[in-house]
């Protein structure tokens, strides 16, 4: 039997990828957004992440996102609000629907990502290289990390983390969304480490591209 699409209220926002079971802060400031929190507060708790593809009021978007649910909220007042998502699942889209709101819709399906899925562990020389060039790549951008607590994160967590932190390009972020299982996205994450200190060895800017 085939999946019947669920609909979802989307926050096309670049470079701020969730994940299945990672958390994503938000600060909420745009009328349009401020309306799809008050929506989603309303309903289901429930907003789902994708990137836009590119610029404008309205850009085309990736085909996959990630369903957030709001744990926590402040609400100020003005208007504004600071939330954090609990990543859920793993969407795919199916169509953008034709709506009045001021925040965009899509129809999506979920089944394809087995996101409920027990998490297979890193292998030991994954986890360790994983760890290994985010030092490099830490040292590299400057950044003071507490590695002793890094070391106590689980493996899902400590990926997770790494991607959602890491000043990648669009295109990057995209594929760190979409790898199958942590074990790729460990993977994907080292290349993408050793790329950006390779670019910055070579006079490049801050934040590499790979578009």
Excluded at 91 to 103: I, K, N, Q, S, Y
Excluded at 142 to 147: N, T
Excluded at 186 to 209: K, P, V
């Amino acid at each position: 039997m085939s999946e019947s699409p669920v609909r979802l209220s989307i926050f096309p926002l670049a470079g701020a990828i969730l994940l299945p079971r990672a958390q994503l802060p938000l600060h909420i400031f745009e009328p349009r957004y401020q309306a799809l929190v008050q929506d989603s507060m309303a309903r289901d708790r429930r907003i789902a992440m994708i990137q836009p593809r590119g610029d404008g009021d309205r850009p085309e978007l990736f085909d996959i996102g990630c369903i957030g649910k709001i744990s926590e909220v402040e609400a100020m007042e003005d208007g504004r609000y600071n939330l954090i998502l609990d990543g859920l699942s793993r969407f795919r889209l199916v169509r953008e629907l034709d709506v009045a709101t001021p925040f965009r819709q899509v129809e999506a399906v979920t089944a394809e990502f087995g996101d409920d899925d027990a998490v297979e562990p890193l292998s030991i020389a994954m986890r360790g290289g994983l760890i290994d060039e985010s030092k490099k790549f830490a040292a590299a951008l400057g950044y003071a990390v507490d590695w002793e607590a890094v070391e106590t994160l689980d493996d899902e967590t400590l990926v997770n983390m790494v991607s959602q932190v890491s000043p990648f390009d669009t295109v990057a972020k995209q594929a760190l969304v979409e790898a199958a299982t942590i074990d790729d996205r460990s993977e994907l994450l080292i290349q993408f480490m050793q790329f950006f200190r390779m670019h910055q060895q070579a006079g490049g800017d801050d934040r590499a591209t790979l578009q």
